[in-house]
């Protein structure tokens, strides 16, 4: 922040410099029969937020490998223990054994203290579990539940640091989650209103953040109950949408009538086929 | 989310690119820090206190890398709790500060935070140790975090000995103040904590509240 380069200074507004060259890009590459490469996918938005009786975690649903979409429809809230939830974002595998290992060690703890575990608990292992790995466990979580000290979020990072807060986002949709967070949280909301801005707070990051889609999961988590929302918003449905709707409206099909496409010949082959050998192996289902 | 390089966050060390102070006064000392955590260009906690505690009348400031230093703070807060039950009674400050130089020198290339330790006890009073790279040495104040190198200027020019207890809160949140301004890694509130033998006071000062200077 301290520096100050002394070459020229920068203009306002956007800088429009690389568009040139990517048109001339452009036409070179279609001119040998490619075509420019796409943005790529990664990413995730999850978010949790404080209502007055306990807490709402949301995630969207979609996994990327890549540039393909891995699963349309996965879950990012993961179970830890029976009142406390962790969204996780960041490497798939990493976000999901790490919470499998803790929620694991938690049930074991929880028989030993013969007490229902804490969201602090559930907090500092993970923290000294990613700590002691220095980051190389991508996961970035969103931690919540509700023990006997009231409600609890806490934000958790890849190199183990953690925040507490009333209100968090993590994952490449962040930005967009938290800015319908900054905009509209209150301290001690009702559950529906709580329920909204979460599902508003994920949407913003399914349609603005590349990386993030499909559809919207909640978890609501209250004293003594928790309700598994998934999904508690299918924003984007599969199907052909006709002109000048809102989103989410689908009204296209994909079958076709019958005789849309002409036949112009029909050629059948049948396949001979020898039986060879029979036996049968009985399973023991004893 | 199973790319390989993955998005720019994740990669990003999380750091409270920071600014932290702490001055000792007759009978006690005054502790400062800013509330801004950020993980690259991005924001990620506007508010964090980064005065942790370490004992009842012993806290430390926080700076660096946000993971280590908060690793630092619970292994010394928890070291303390065990040396204080072994000794019997409230722990040093510099026996806190010790524990922290320690954790700081032995693992220095591992490591990237610094911590300001500051409090107060019965037999040295206030007292202020830096812990910079794993040396240990006791301040009249301590300056500390990117913010820090902003006003240094200002805390050598305005420093004077014997300075009174709200001498020294104002002289802190005015420090917090310039450094906010000027570092584009520290912001947010100020939060202060003022420990003297009787009591363990901390303080929010939020932004409007700050001290504004010429350009504001």
């Known amino acids: 922040m301290a520096m100050l380069t002394v070459s020229r200074p920068p203009l306002g507004g956007f800088s ?205 988590i209250t004293k003594g109950k928790v309700d598994y929302i998934r999904p508690h918003d299918e924003a984007n449905k599969k199907g052909i949408s006709t002109e000048g709707k809102c989103f989410g409206r689908v009204t296209g099909d994909y079958k076709y009538k019958g005789g849309t ?13 020898e039986l060879v050998d029979e036996s049968v192996q009985t399973m023991d289902t004893s | 989310m199973l790319g390989e390089t993955g998005p720019e966050w994740l990669s990003e060390e999380v750091k409270t690119g920071t600014t932290i102070i702490a001055i000792e006064f007759n009978g006690g000392v005054v502790l400062g820090s800013d509330s801004r955590v950020s993980a690259g260009a991005s924001v990620v906690n506007r508010v964090m206190n980064k005065l942790s505690p370490l004992h009842d009348k012993i806290y430390c400031a926080l700076s660096g890398s946000a993971a280590d230093a908060q690793t630092i703070a619970e292994m010394v807060n928890y070291q303390l709790d065990v040396h204080s039950i072994e000794i019997g009674e409230d722990p040093q400050v510099r026996s806190a500060a010790t524990l922290v130089r320690n954790i700081s020198y032995k693992y220095k290339e591992e490591l990237s935070a610094h911590l300001i330790v500051a409090g107060w006890d019965r037999r040295d009073g206030g007292q202020v140790f830096a812990t910079l790279n ?78 504004t200077f010429f350009d504001q």
């Open chain 2, 134 to 211: 794993g040396l240990l040495t006791r301040q009249p104040f301590a300056v500390g975090g990117s913010g820090s190198s902003y006003v240094y200027g200002f805390v050598d020019a305005e420093y004077r000995r014997g300075m009174s207890k709200e001498e020294c809160q104002q002289f802190v949140v005015n420090t917090l103040s310039l450094a906010m301004n000027r570092d584009g890694s520290s912001g947010g509130v100020a939060y202060i904590v003022t420990i003297d033998e009787h009591s363990t006071e901390e303080k929010v000062v939020l932004g409007n509240n700050l001290p």
């Open chain 1, 261 to 273: 496409t002409g036949v112009l010949t029909k050629v059948v082959t049948p396949l001979d086929l």
């Open chain 1, 16 to 220: 429009f410099e690389n568009c040139k060259r990517n048109a001339v890009l452009e036409g070179e590459v279609n001119k040998v029969g490619c075509s420019l490469p796409t943005a790529r996918k990664t990413g995730t938005t999850i978010c949790g937020v404080v209502f007055k009786d306990g807490v709402v975690l949301g995630a969207d649903t979609r996994a990327t490998e890549g540039m393909v979409v891995a699963d349309k429809n996965c879950s990012k809230i993961h179970y830890i223990s029976p009142n406390i939830y962790c969204c996780g974002a960041g490497t798939a595998a990493d976000t999901e054994m790490t919470t499998q290992i803790i929620s694991s060690n938690l049930e074991l703890h929880g028989l030993s203290t013969g007490r229902l575990p804490r969201v602090a608990t559930a907090n500092r292992m993970l923290k000294q579990m990613l700590f002691r790995y220095q980051g190389y466990i991508g996961a970035a979580l969103v931690l919540g539940g509700v023990d006997c000290n009231g409600p609890h979020l806490y934000s958790i990072y890849p190199h183990g640091s953690t925040d507490k807060l009333p209100y968090v986002t993590m994952g490449s949709g962040s930005l967009a989650a938290m800015a319908v967070f900054e905009d509209r949280y209150k301290p001690d909301m009702e559950e529906e209103a709580a329920k909204q801005l979460v599902r508003d707070a994920i949407a913003a990051g399914i349609f603005n953040d590349l990386g993030s889609g499909s559809n919207i999961d909640l978890c609501v």
